[in-house]
């Protein structure tokens, strides 16, 4: 089965540091056609590039003053990722416990890279990250389904609306995972990130064990031992990286009983609410779907609608999808599919789900359902349960406004390590985390490194 995520990106620097592309990874990904399925059966292809010409003609047809801005918009939203790819380096605080020595200087040095954006960027970043994807767009462009087409990116993954106060954070935040609108996909995609990494464990003298499900998280007198596996086996070590969700490696691995109280409570309390299904479908290769991301999200309010089932505790009847293909292979990226069915059971709506999935696809894509050969699907249940997320949340924690920044995972706690000495996190639900970067890792490796 292909990963959960349709394409896979370390941070550049990352790649750098660990000499990657020695051990085979291509990082060539060219920029990919973003194309969103319009409510008339047309549909509006993009290309995240300031100058394309092909995107500026698509979008003058829609509107010429959009057009006339694409170019702007573009060049800002570049400018934005690149300050929250710093803000991501830079390890947060434990506020209110700020040492000037060790966390003063990183912060200044981000300060300043806020100013010298200028006063107009500076001003539009710091606003546009409370800002809904609606209020974002609108600012730019007139259009509905460019704004709406844009919007799509902002609400991926998280269980937020396009009316939601902070899609302009998530917006910015995965145009940076992406490298724009659409997935680029490098020379053996995630597949290949995977073998690139392996290789370079083995070479620096590592050991990777896929058959080893941990079951505890080991501590003696708040101090990490070690880890004992599902086997029963006991593997002592002196330090402990976790990279699953921060509930499940504290509640599920460490334990309460080992925690403080109200560290306990604060991780309880971390909102996860995933909303999140994927479908992966075989076909005859007739499917006749364009390359690139395709995303059915036709208006502003079509979006906003299919975020409105999560409430009430329903799957979305019209969803927000995300297509990408290979081949004869498509992937689809189902929201809303709430965690917390209200009146019904995963393991009975399966069938609804791909139904829904499929039609959906189909009203913009006729040839696809003739084209079916398999469907695989996976709920947010099965994510929870085969792939060890809580809830189903593939960022390991909402990318909402309490939890980012110096609050993720937990206020007081986003320097990555925890109340037992030794064991410290470095998964998505950290700062920098959500998607493909290895951002969180990276900051993790140097506060182990500092001890």
Known sequence: MPGLHPAGQLRPAIVKQLDLARHGLATSAADA????????????????????????????????????????????????AAFLDAAYSTTMPRLPKVELRADGLPLASLALKLRRMGGKDMFRVMRSLSMSAVEFTEEWFESEPLNAAIAGVAIHGVTL??????????????????????????????????????????????????????????????????????????????????????????????????????????????????SVAKLFVQTDGRHGLPAGTVAIAPTLKYLE???????????????????TTSGADVMIHFQFATYALRNADWGLMRPELEKRAIDTLTLHFPAFKGSIQSVQSITPVDLEQTWG?????????????????????????????TPIDGLYLCGSGLHGGGGISGTPGRNAARAVLRG
Request: neutral net charge; glycine residues 10%.
């Open 389 to 417: 997320l809580t809830e189903g949340d593939l960022n390991h924690g909402q990318l909402i406004l309490d939890q980012i920044f110096f609050m993720r995972p937990l206020p007081g706690w986003s320097n990555h390590r």
């Open 33 to 80: 056609a973003y194309v969103s399925a319009l409510a008339d059966g047309g549909s509006l292809q993009l290309v995240s590039s300031a100058n394309d010409v092909a995107t500026i003609a698509a979008i003058r047809r829609l509107s010429p003053r959009d057009a006339g801005r694409w170019p702007e918009f573009v060049g800002f939203m570049n400018r934005a």
């Open 161 to 274: 609306g396009s009316m939601s106060a902070g899609t302009g954070f998530t917006l910015i935040h995965n145009w940076l995972n992406r490298g724009g609108l659409a997935h680029r996909t490098a020379p053996g995609g995630p597949q290949g990130l995977t073998d690139a990494l392996v290789k370079a464990v083995h070479a620096n003298g590592g050991e990777i064990r896929t058959d080893a499900d941990v079951a505890q998280i080991l501590v003696e007198h708040q101090r990490v031992i070690g880890v004992r596996l599902a086997s029963g086996e006991e593997i002592k070590a002196s330090t402990v990286v976790s990279s699953a969700d921060p509930r499940r490696t504290l509640l599920g691995l460490v334990g309460a009983p080992e925690l403080p109280p109200e560290f306990v409570w604060q991780t309880q309390s971390i909102r996860m609410r995933g």
């Open 305 to 323: 609608r299919a975020y409105d089932s999560t409430k009430y505790g329903e799957m979305s009847q019209d969803p927000y999808l995300e297509v």
